[in-house]
Nanobody, 121 residues
Framework: QVQLVESGGGLVQAGGSLRLSCAAS????????MGWYRQAPGKQRELVAV???????NYADSVKGRFTISRDNVKNTVYLQMNSLKPEDTAVYFC???????????????WGQGTQVTVSS
């Protein structure tokens, strides 16, 4: 079994910072892309940032210049440093990993349980 466990969410004032972490554990053969998504009340889940196993990154336009995604391939952990937070960043943030649980299986997408980020104005 594979688990993704997120941490680091919370309440912060506008302009503040938070750092999210997500650790993948369990039966893992290899990890491809890892990323963060978010879902605000009444809205669809949207991509925030993604990072490949080689370190290439991609960001939603709304977070470019404010958020930074990084990963530790040894620890199978992905991070999201969020600076200059705005009230519109308020959402549940979900970790996602595209990984293989064994050498003979194709990659599957796994999700964390989500962590709440609330930015007050």
């Amino acid at each position: 079994q594979v688990q993704l466990v997120e941490s680091g969410g919370g309440l912060v004032q506008a302009g503040g910072s938070l750092r999210l972490s997500c650790a993948a554990s369990g039966s893992i053969y290899s990890v491809n892309a890892m990323g963060w998504y978010r879902q605000a009340p009444g809205k669809q889940r949207e991509l925030v940032a993604v990072i490949t196993s080689g370190g290439s990154t991609n960001y939603a336009d709304s977070v470019k210049g404010r958020f930074t995604i990084s990963r530790d391939n040894v620890k199978n952990t992905v991070y999201l440093q969020m600076n200059s937070l705005k009230p519109e960043d308020t959402a549940v943030y979900f970790c996602n990993a595209d990984l293989k649980s064994s050498w003979y299986r194709g990659p599957d997408a796994y999700w964390g349980q989500g962590t709440q980020v609330t930015v007050s104005s």
